[in-house]
């Protein structure tokens, strides 16, 4: 570890003194406005409906295609909502690791290569449990959006977007179901058990399943590609650069390296961890995440519970502002596309890049997996940006340090006035929560970027070594200058993961249902055997 560690910071070391100098980071913004502006431009193209409000084209692809997929699996949102709870809980673990009929006696018919009966009983592939798996895939999607892109948000839509907001992500759930099951039912496991997951593979394979093999492989490795550029901007320096300017505001330090300083040691946290891979990911966000979780939706229940008697008033707001638009840019049509593209921007449902956090879980039924993933939009737009946004709102009722239909630019300063108004010094703990989200996100979009790398580069010590001092190298620039152009167009390749995403998982809906009629029998076979009082697990084990 030691030797891998100092052979990471002696690549990148002498690439650092350029990340000092405030004039490379005006040429690198001017260079990269210049070469990529029509790269950008062209994800985040508006369509004009009318002259007052315009609709990015990947927006209406991001929640078409998730409206199509919540009815096609007959509202999995809600019916899978209590089975995804039990499947993290390890309710059905014995059916994953070993089979239903294996176990439970009831056979079934040969399925080729998926026939529980004839795959060894000493467990399932895989690296990670269902849990880990989810808070690893969290790690990447709860961030400075839940913090920041809400006050964004609210600023430009008013109160009515918070409504907009639930239901981009209430209907993400099922892209997330789906593309995680494709992820877990398309991977490869190397000899060592090492998992390769992704819209990579279910494009190349299960396209060509489909008999579009070639331009399955094309996909393949345009997702590949967008998803690396996405991990060194979205992901990485879009998270180590707030994190520190939050750092060294809240601390008051001086002198143009402050960052540059604080990017070195977030770089050698980063380093420590994903040395050890998805697993030691996994066993850091499966603490990380809950706590940070925890604590940011702890101080905001007391914050609404401190004003339990504006509670209603908010409500009032959202409503009212969800489906009148008064006072709002665009009124109506302008506030909902604020709140669904918060909710589809932070969540990343239908992005693709979830599925490749869990398609490393264990177990043996692929729609186990996308059963869990359906929480993640839960969790991080249901619960923690709607948390933000009822903070936001009430607090700004009495202090009115917001105006709605004003766009501002710095929301994590706008949501620490709001914890701060009822929480004295808060912005201390939420500091801490800005940089744990960007920690947590950059561990876990490495990860994502890796494999991307590695479906293009080949697998190897070399290959990894290459992509991780690289990784580590944007950390520390992140951190240490503004790259306005960079980042946009960083975030663009991110939403771009969509256009081939989205192709694959419409191709391979049939098989999704197929997994997940396969997984909900396998779950009856053993509810019913249990009722017949069959269940003599430990005998068979």
């Known amino acids: ?69 919540t009815v096609y699996f007959k509202f999995i949102n809600v019916t899978g909502f209590i089975t995804a709870f039990r499947v993290v809980k390890g309710q059905y673990e014995d059916i994953e690791k070993h089979g239903a009929s294996t176990l439970y006696g009831d056979a079934t018919p040969n399925e080729g290569e998926n026939i529980i009966e004839t795959i060894r009983d000493d467990g399932a592939d895989g690296e990670v449990s269902h849990f880990q798996a989810l808070t690893a895939a969290l790690s990447a999607t709860v961030g400075l959006g839940n913090i920041a892109g809400v006050a964004v948000a609210l600023s430009i839509g008013g109160p009515g977007a918070t409504f907009w907001m639930i239901l981009a992500g209430f209907l993400g759930m099922a892209s997330k179901f789906a593309e995680c099951t494709l992820g877990v039912k398309y991977r490869d496991v190397g000899e060592d058990g090492t998992v390769y997951g992704g819209p990579m593979y279910y494009l190349s394979k299960g396209l060509k399943e489909k008999g579009f093999g070639k331009i399955g492989k094309v996909l393949a490795v345009v997702f590949a590609v967008f998803v690396i550029g996405g991990s060194f901007g979205g992901g990485n320096m879009f998270q180590a650069n707030p994190a520190a300017a939050q750092f060294v505001q809240l601390f008051e330090l001086t002198g143009g390296n402050a960052g540059f300083y604080f990017g ?18 996994a066993s850091v966000t499966e603490k990380v995440v809950p706590f940070m979780a925890g604590i940011y939706v ?4 007391i914050i609404l519970g401190a004003n339990w008697h504006l509670i209603d008033n908010a409500f009032a707001l959202i409503y009212e502002g969800a489906f ?20 589809a921007f932070s969540n990343e449902a239908g992005v693709g ?4 956090a869990h398609s490393a879980v264990r177990t043996k039924y692929p729609a186990s997996e996308g059963i869990v993933a359906l929480l993640e939009p839960f969790v ?11 903070v936001i709102i009430i607090t700004n009722l009495e202090g009115g340090f917001m105006t709605y239909g004003v766009p501002i630019t710095e929301g994590v300063e706008l949501t620490a006035i709001a914890f701060d108004s009822v929480i004295p010094h808060f912005s201390i703990i939420l ?33 990894d070594l290459v992509y991780k001092a690289l990784f580590l190298v944007f950390v520390v620039i992140g951190a240490s200058i503004s790259l306005g152009a960079v980042i946009d167009f960083s975030d663009a390749m991110i939403f771009a993961m969509v ?43």
Do not use: H
């Not at 920690?439 to 590695?454: D, K």
């Open 1 to 69: 570890m030691k030797k891998i560690l100092f052979s990471l910071f002696a690549i990148i070391t002498p690439l650092l003194t350029f990340a000092q100098e405030q004039t490379t980071s005006e040429v690198i913004d001017e260079t990269f406005r210049a070469y990529t502006s029509w790269f950008v431009d062209l994800i985040f193209y508006e369509i004009p409906f009318s002259e007052t409000f315009q609709i990015p084209w990947v927006l209406i692809v991001l929640v078409g295609g998730a409206l199509y997929l």
């Open 264 to 281: 070195l040691v977030m770089a050698g946290l980063v380093a420590v961890v994903i040395i050890g891979g998805i697993k030691r990911i």
């Open 298 to 301: 702890l101080a905001s229940l």
């Open 324 to 343: 009148s638009g008064l006072g709002i840019a665009g009124g109506l049509v302008g506030v909902m596309i604020q709140g669904i593209r918060r909710g």
């Open 353 to 356: 890049s979830a599925a490749i």
């Open 380 to 390: 991080d737009t249901v619960i923690i940006c709607t948390m933000t946004a009822l």
């Open 431 to 463: 500091t801490i929560a800005v940089i744990l989200f960007a920690f947590s996100t950059m561990i876990s979009w490495s990860y994502y970027g890796m494999q991307g790398w590695v479906y293009l580069f080949g697998k190897g010590k070399v290959t």
């Open 499 to 541: 256009v081939p995403n989205i192709i694959g998982v419409l191709f391979l809906t049939p098989v999704i249902k197929k997994e997940l009629t396969k997984y909900l029998k396998a779950i009856s076979i053993k509810e019913e055997a249990i009722e017949d009082g069959a269940d003599d697990l430990q005998k068979k084990m």
